[in-house]
């Protein structure tokens, strides 16, 4: 894949799939109505108004089994602790904290 683009974004190039990437939320507006946001890897906190434009609310596929490693940097501090085991928990965006949502699956 491209050095400057994700995976993630090479696909949905490919598959016709709308995504967008705003570096910061501060002014942003989702210009259409969306069935469900999705969330990887952004780092910034999704605000309620924007949630709520979302049909199904929102998703966001985090890097650890939460609760442990809630926050930034998930990878990192499963590898200074020598942790055996990890892996991806996808939650609900919650409207006042980061990886906060209800867990809906862990794999």
């Avoid at 969330?39 to 199904?56: A, C, E, L, Q």
């Amino acid at each position: 894949h491209s050095k400057n683009k994700s995976v993630i974004t090479e696909y949905c190039e490919k598959n016709n799939i709308t995504i967008h990437q705003p570096r910061k939320l501060t002014n942003w507006e989702p210009p259409n109505t969306f069935d469900l946001g999705v969330v990887v890897s952004y780092g910034n906190f999704i605000p309620k108004k924007i949630i709520k434009t979302f049909k199904r609310g929102g998703i966001n596929m985090h890097p650890s089994l939460l609760p442990k490693y809630r926050g930034a940097a998930p990878i990192y501090h499963s590898i200074l602790n020598g942790d055996k085991k990890t892996g991806i928990s996808i939650i609900e965006l919650h409207p006042k904290y980061f990886d906060a949502g209800r867990i809906l699956l862990q794999i």
